[in-house]
């Protein structure tokens, strides 16, 4: 038989996920990022885009 009761929201320890449960709320990105790491995105974007475009474009013969 299973357990049905509910733990109570003081037994939430974090770990689970690994969030500090006293620090403020943050959101994404969580550290900083250089303008390299943003060209290699939007190059891994636009090769993407080549790619869900492209083949489809090829495979009509257009």
Do not use: C, K
Not at 3 to 28: C, I, M
């Amino acid at each position: 038989m299973t357990d049905d009761t509910e733990t109570a929201a003081d037994d939430d320890s974090g770990a689970d996920v690994g969030h500090d449960l006293d620090a403020e709320r943050t959101t994404a990105p969580m550290s900083d990022y250089s303008s390299r790491a943003v060209a290699i995105g939007a190059l891994v974007a636009l090769v993407g885009a080549a790619i869900a475009f492209g083949i489809p474009l090829l495979a009509v013969g257009v």
